[in-house]
């Protein structure tokens, strides 16, 4: 009985008007734009002023559902309080009985992982283009304390002039004076550093090998580590073992191996990272963004 009546909770409609009693605004839902495990996600337009938002809605109450609200609170009290143009915006909350409403950024170019599925690899001067961007975003929740711990290619989207937003901030935290933070990590980031897999905690620069890999897996089609079984990626990523890519220019690859650092102190900073030989490259031809890789959502 119990796993029925949880499924039919989350399944719960979610209203075509939608009204925020906290500012008295009033949205109208749009399409599905996507589904997490735990939300459901929409476009949607504010009735008075006509502004576009991508929507993230938590079905809230029921048994069990207690942790994933502590999650979601966490979530809200940590990005509501950011304010940077290269962090998805949270434009506001608010909850009836049945949900929970997130009012985000509206980014119409969907992600970059998108553009990778079109793509497959990106060019260097794009990855220059999207890393300052990224780093940018970055720097920020750094200064405010705050690792991202999940950063990929799914998370940093894209608006309408292809501006690079850091989204999803479920499994952020906060570090504590020390910097590291030893909680345990619930879902399954992507881009784990030999310390965060060795159960050494998460810092700000796990976070910077994270970029490591991201650079690694858009320049060449896939990711540094990935081996089956699953003990020897963590080997490698223990190890700091990974393929060469000899296709790609020297100073991507001396720029990889810097970030992948097994030795989370041996990495660059965030700022020494956009000094590194890799950014100090001529912008490219046609201006510092790339042609469009997608064509704009309808
Ligand atoms: N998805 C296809 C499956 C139908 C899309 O077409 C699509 C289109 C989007 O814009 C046109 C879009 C996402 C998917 N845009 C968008 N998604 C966001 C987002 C902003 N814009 N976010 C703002 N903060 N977090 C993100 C996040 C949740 C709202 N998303 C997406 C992640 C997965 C679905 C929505």
Redesign the pocket.
Known sequence: MEPRLRRRRSRQLVATFLRDPGSGRVYRRG??????AF?R???LTDMSTSAVF???VVPRGGAGRLRLRGKVEREIALHSRLHHRNI?A?HAHFADRDHVY?V????????LA?VLKVRRTLTEPEVRYYFRGLVSGLRYLHQQRIVHRDLKP??F?L?KNMEV?I??LGLAARVGPAGRCHRVLCGTPNFQAPEVVSRNGHSAKSDIWALGCIMYTVLTGTPPFAAAPLSEMYQNIRDGHYLEPTQLSPSARSLIARLLAPDPDERPSLDHLLQDDFFSQVVPEGGPTPADPVP??L
């Open positions: 399409k599905l734009i996507g589904k997490g939300s996600c929409y476009k991508a929507l993230k998805v949270f997130m985000l950024e509206y980014c119409s170019r969907q992600s998108h799914s998370n989207f608006n937003k989204g999803d704009a959502a």
